[in-house]
């Protein structure tokens, strides 16, 4: 069974930081390229970054140089590190994983991953 957990969600003030965690069982975690998305009450959901299985990271243009993205396939854990956060920030981020055939990309587009955690909060405040 395939399980995709995400955590470290939070309240912060503008220009905090948090870092949130995802862990993923039942596949093999060095076969997956990650991503991160998330959806603010009203809005689509938006693709934030995501890192193939050989550790390529791609980012949102919203988010370049303030998020950090990363991958210990040893501790089948994917982080998103979050610094110099903004009110527009705030919303429900999920972590999703799919199987991939690259090494090298991995796919900014919801429809192309398999497997979604249940999402972890971050709200920031003005």
């Known amino acids: 069974q395939v399980q995709v957990v995400e955590s470290g969600g939070g309240l912060v003030q503008t220009g905090g930081s948090l870092r949130l965690s995802c862990t993923a069982s039942?596949?093999?975690?060095?076969?997956?390229?990650m991503g991160w998305f998330r959806q603010a009450p009203g809005k689509e959901r938006e693709w934030v970054s995501c890192?193939?299985?050989?550790?390529?990271?791609y980012y949102a243009e919203s988010v370049k140089g303030r998020f950090t993205i990363s991958r210990d396939n040893d501790a089948r854990t994917l982080w998103l590190q979050m610094n110099s956060l903004k009110p527009e920030d705030t919303a429900m981020y999920y972590c999703?994983?799919?199987?991939?055939?690259?090494?090298?990309?991995?796919?900014?587009?919801?429809?192309?991953?398999?497997?979604w955690g249940q999402g972890t909060q971050v709200t920031v405040t003005p």
């Open positions: 999703a994983a799919h199987t991939a055939a690259s090494y090298y990309y991995c796919s900014a587009s919801g429809s192309n991953y398999s497997y």
């Open positions: 039942g596949l093999t975690f060095g076969d997956l390229s």
């Open positions: 890192i193939s299985r050989i550790r390529v990271t």
